[in-house]
């Protein structure tokens, strides 16, 4: 298995930049996910990482360094609707089926 | 994009009953589908990964014969909660995995919302 971490809470100012970090550990990396989860519904697919680097995707980025067991997602120009809840997930190839392991999630409060 | 429905969206059953979900990938076929469990506020657990035509893997301390997961075919998985509980209420989620070189792509059921009374 995997022991992922992300803080629990954060907040941030609409208009501004905010990053939500993940560290995870795991034995056998074959790429990690970000989901964005509103409460009562079902994740969806923001991003993913298996190299080292940034991912770039609109507002949205992501960044991997897999010797560091470190990931950050990055919001910027927030808007009222991010306010979510959002998931680390990592791969692992010792998983059956490449089934996704998830932390237990980062809740962002946009504030006007 | 894919599209993968989950059906019913939300129940209520009686202790004791037993409950099926169904989890369908609409647009493209799936070998492979994952059930998941989250309770509030809480983040979502593997609970067991189908596999079509063969039996599924089950996630360590989940009871293989209280969670019944039938895949019978390439874009349906069936999960069966026996003998519900009160402690079985919870948010139920699939996911399926498209099949071929597509394998980063993972898409998610809308969820169904279990409350055993």
């Known amino acids: 298995g995997q022991n992922i971490d992300q803080p629990t809470e954060m907040t941030a100012t609409e208009g501004a930049i905010v990053q939500i970090n993940c560290t995870y550990q795991t034995s056998g990396f074959n790429g990690l996910f970000w989901y964005q989860q509103h409460a009562g519904e079902a994740p969806t697919f923001l991003s993913y990482?298996?190299?080292?680097g940034l991912e770039e995707k609109g507002r949205f980025s992501s960044f991997l360094s897999r010797s560091k067991g470190y990931s950050y997602l990055l919001l910027k120009e927030l808007q009222m609707k991010d306010s979510a809840s959002y998931l680390c997930?990592?791969?692992?190839?010792?998983?059956?089926?490449?089934?996704?392991?998830f932390g237990k999630g980062t809740s962002l409060l946009v504030t006007p | 994009g894919a599209v993968v429905s989950q059906h019913p969206s939300w129940v209520i059953c009686k202790s004791g009953t037993s409950v099926k979900i169904e989890c369908r990938s609409l647009d493209f076929q799936a070998t492979t589908m994952f059930w998941y469990r989250q309770f509030p506020k809480q983040s979502l657990m593997l609970m067991a990964t189908s596999n079509e035509g063969s039996k599924a893997t089950y996630e360590q301390g989940v009871e293989k014969d209280k969670f019944l997961i039938n895949h019978a075919s390439l874009t349906l998985s069936t999960l069966t909660v026996t003998s519900a509980h009160p402690e079985d209420s919870s948010f139920y989620i699939c996911?399926?995995?498209?099949?071929?070189?597509?394998?980063?792509?993972?898409?998610f059921g809308p969820g169904t919302r279990l409350t055993v009374t």
């Open positions: 997930a990592v791969r692992d190839l010792s998983d059956s089926g490449y089934a996704l392991n």
């Open positions: 996911s399926a995995r498209v099949d071929g070189p597509r394998l980063n792509e993972q898409y």
């Open positions: 990482n298996v190299l080292d």
